[in-house]
């Protein structure tokens, strides 16, 4: 879909807001052996220093929820946001100018990493650091979860986003870390 049937909704943008055209077709070389192993080698680096963070930084949190009253599922709420910070930046430039379909793809990819990546290297990570691993979520939140998943294939099948579907989109994560708040 991106390099065929509908190419021009991934092309630049012209200061005219049309498709840059000029970017051509060719493909960049693909990367060397060398060079993927570095970027792989420097991938679990960062994984590390991510997990790692989120691991010193969950005492204080821990205890600033706990003394705020909120439950703990707040704590989590609040690590995703710290890892996801970066990506969420991006996304939210994309936005503002008005290139939406590049601002949910940055959110879905930033989403679909943090599940890939991070949750198998926290099961890992398990193995040599005590505590239980709980990934379980409440009816509430499965509910939620199956209403995201729907709502993101209806926004990503017609191949454009618009702004409405990215509101809807803030409405779920808003009901998300209202009811994380306040059961």
């Known amino acids: 879909m991106q390099t065929v049937r509908h190419r021009e909704y991934f092309l630049p943008v012209t ?5 840059d055209e000029s970017a051509g077709d060719e493909h960049g070389a693909p990367p060397t052996g060398r060079a993927a192993l570095v ?9 590390v220093a ?3 963070d989120a691991k010193a930084v969950s005492p204080t949190i821990e205890s600033g929820v706990s003394s705020a009253g909120l439950p703990q599922a707040v704590v989590g709420v609040v690590i995703a946001l710290l890892v996801l910070l970066p990506e969420t930046l991006a996304a939210v430039r994309a936005a503002r100018r008005d290139h939406v379909q590049t601002s949910l ?8 990493a943090s599940i890939g990546l991070t949750i198998p290297a926290i099961a890992l990570a398990t193995v040599w650091i005590k505590g239980p691993l709980v990934l379980g979520l409440d009816p509430t939140h499965i509910v939620l979860l199956a209403l995201t998943l729907v709502v993101g294939a209806l926004t990503v099948l017609p191949g454009r986003a618009t702004m409405l579907q990215g509101g809807v989109h803030l409405v ?3 009901a998300f870390v209202f009811l994380a708040v306040s059961p």
């Open 172 to 174: 779920l994560c808003a």
């Open 50 to 52: 991510v997990v790692g």
């Open 15 to 19: 200061d005219e807001g049309r498709p």
């Open 39 to 47: 970027s792989l080698g420097l991938l679990l680096v960062a994984l």
């Open 105 to 112: 793809n940055l959110a879905y990819g930033s989403a679909i």
